[in-house]
Each structure stands twice: as C-alpha cells, then as structure tokens.
C-alpha cells in the first residue's frame, strides 16, 4: 500500500511483481521548501529552508547551513543590475506666463508702544504685522550695560 505501479502487461497479479513497473515507492513525506523571509545572521534555520538577502533568494542545502550566502546555501534568484536609462522625453510647451503679481508691501514706518515696549511696523498695503516685543532686548542691554 502506498506505492504506485504501471502494468508492464495484462496481470492478474497484485504488484508487486515482475509484471509490474515500480513509479513511486512508498516512503517518507517528501520534504517541501519552505520561504522563510528575511535572512537573520543568528537564526536557525533547516534544509529547504528560503530566505531572501541583498535582492536574492537562496534555499539552504542542509539542516543548520550556517552563513548565508555560503556553502550551505544555493543561490536560486540572483538581484540584477539596474537597467540603463530610457530615452529622455521631449520638451513640453511652455506654458502662458501669468499676468505680474502685486508689489510686495514695505515698511512705511514704526509705530511705538512705549507701555508695552512694543514697535509695529506700518505696511505699505495696510496689512497688519506681529509687533516686535522688544522688552527682554531692553532688560538684556540694561543689564549688561550695568
């Protein structure tokens, strides 16, 4: 049981026998590659075990192959070499320049808040600005003048 045969003639006969042709015999499960993913320097790893490295796949030899790439693997898929450069496409059309911005807005001048010892400044356009907080610059120069 567990074996196959082909007729080597027409038989009456039970294989096996001499009018039988042994295919398969019976035996152990056949042993299957197994991927396994990334190559780990430390892990173990056993015969038919596949792992990937540097762009390629290589499957082990043995049980416990050691170092991969080494003699206890075989090389199944190699990385290859970056391809050469495709032709360079053509120029597009420039498209139709843009009607010219605004003018960016100046600094018309300052206006202080001596309180809070703050100066804004007056924008051209009339935009508002962050004022400058200017107390710790002069509690820094009052204290290094001293």
């Known amino acids: 049981m567990g074996?196959?045969?082909?007729?080597r003639c027409d038989t009456a006969r039970t294989p096996p026998h001499d009018d039988w042709a042994l295919i398969a015999a019976?035996?152990?499960?056949?042993?299957?590659?197994?991927?396994?993913?990334?190559?780990?320097?430390?892990?173990?790893y056993s015969f038919l075990?596949?792992?990937?490295?540097?762009g390629s796949s290589f499957i082990a030899r043995t049980d416990d192959p050691g170092p991969c790439p080494g003699e206890g693997w075989q090389l199944i898929a190699s990385a290859g070499k970056q391809g050469k450069?495709?032709?360079q496409g053509e120029r597009g059309e420039a498209g139709a320049r843009g009607e010219p911005g605004l003018p960016a807005p100046t600094i018309l001048g300052w206006?202080?808040?001596r309180e809070r010892y703050c100066a804004t400044p007056i924008m051209s356009d009339n935009s508002e600005v962050e004022?400058?907080?200017?107390?710790a610059l002069f509690e820094q120069f009052h204290s290094?003048?001293?």
Not at 49 to 54: E, P, Q, R, T
């Open 111 to 113: 206006k202080i808040d």
């Open 131 to 135: 004022p400058l907080q200017l107390r």
């Open 3 to 7: 074996s196959t045969y082909q007729a």
């Open 85 to 87: 450069p495709g032709p």
């Open 49 to 54: 075990n596949i792992v990937a490295l540097g």
């Open 144 to 146: 290094e003048a001293d």
């Open 26 to 44: 019976k035996g152990r499960d056949a042993a299957m590659p197994k991927i396994i993913g990334t190559y780990r320097e430390g892990e173990n």
